[in-house]
């Protein structure tokens, strides 16, 4: 049988080069695996030091994480130090001024129907989800405030526990019956609890092992509901943190699985840390009784804003200098055993700790006192449980810190740091660029 050399020789060489080409790629595409870098960033909603220092909460995933990796003894929180301007500094980087999630709640002038800052786009800064996707790296998140309509591949974001408003906003469409139907096998999506942290954990590890994202969000708040309930003691808080340290190593064993473990950073961390309350504070009592506030939805000259050991201060007219200085007055001028309960937050203090700029004036509690919104009744009334939101200068306020990873020291002491330090460590170890991130890396914390 006779055929063509020639031919048969160019379709050699061709197929050589296709087989050279396939090998070239393969190997790029498993050299890329490796280095392909990962952050799981988990927060503990209320996370105190004392979770992973003190032998008497069961936590032995966060114990284990301590001594494998870097940990700090405080990390100072936001102002008010509340859930959702912290977690919003966490992903930006800087204080409140600039990323615009002055508190959970968003104040209403003229009425007050409860709207939460539930929206990514309410964020005036850039985040990491951003800076991530903008790299055509995979981000993904679960449970994180402000976070609907986030850039990310996989989503549920915090709506508080409004089921069809998370159906809504979850990412890929569907995500929430196709984690009932491969993963929790419940008869009706509404019978996911999504309030225990071993479930928000398992759905976390469900995206790590099928997606493998540069970057997770997961934000477990049980802890800090309970807290709210019993003070910084308790049972349901003992059951609380160790719920969610299982959380943790459902999630730390996720990133095995996936073979992630030589190139993730994991971190756990918190967004405040807890005082226990004796005394509940409601300010707009005081103004109403001086003539400053007649009604909240619309008729007043001033208005408090409380946000729980805080409350602010708006002015219907910000330059009416002469409401301002009265409500100064009465404040002066409380009784003893009134003012016994407030600390007045100067113009520098709140300035340097970068609050909301449209509030007139500042007010964080003490000796055991928190802050509500009515305006008729009692000024002050019998509290109990606990709560946050103070101004953050005190230990007890200071949020936890730890992170583990082969580029992590090893049992590494940092004293103190502050929330917007994490952006930094993230977009540190993943190489991307957050120019207006304020946040620094503490010194040592990579090897």
Known sequence: MLFDTTTYSIKTVQ?????????????AF??????????????IDGFRPDFYFEKEWHT??????????????????VFPSITYPSHTTIVTGVQPVKHGIHYNSVFEPDSITGKIYWNFHEITAPTLWQAVTNLGLKASSINWPASAEAPVRYNIPDMGGRRDDMIKYAVPAGFLDTLNNQLF??????????????????????????????????????????????????KKVEEAIADADEGVGIIRQAIQEAGMTDNTLLIVTGD????????????????????LLDNPNGQWKARFHSAGGSTFLFLKDKNDIETLLKVKSMLKNLPADEKKYIRVITTAEAQKIGADPNASLELSGLNGA?????????????????????????????????????????????KEMNLRDITAIVAQYLEIQMPTCKGKVPAGLFK
């Open 15 to 27: 197929m050589k080069k296709i087989l050279f080409i396939a090998c070239v790629a393969l190997f």
């Open 30 to 43: 498993h050299a890329r695996a490796e280095k392909e870098k990962h952050v799981i960033l988990i927060t």
């Open 60 to 77: 032995p995933n966060l114990h284990k994480m301590v001594q494998e990796g870097t940990y700090a003894f405080g990390v100072n929180s």
């Open 185 to 234: 096998h419940r008869k009706e999506i509404a019978d996911i609890d999504l309030g225990k942290d071993q479930n928000s954990a398992k759905i976390a590890a469900w995206v790590i092992k099928k997606d493998k994202p540069n970057f997770m969000t997961v934000h477990l708040f049980s802890v800090d509901h309970f807290e709210h309930q019993e003070g910084r003691q308790g």
């Open 272 to 291: 405040h840390g807890f005082l226990d309350v004796s005394t509940n504070i409601h300010p707009n009592v005081w103004l109403a009784k001086a003539g």
């Open 370 to 414: 928190s802050f509500g919104n009515e305006y008729t009744g009692k000024a002050i009334r019998t509290g109990k449980g606990g709560t946050h939101g103070y101004y953050p200068d005190c230990r007890e306020i200071q949020t936890g810190f730890i992170c583990v990873g082969k580029s992590v020291q090893n049992h590494y002491k940092i």
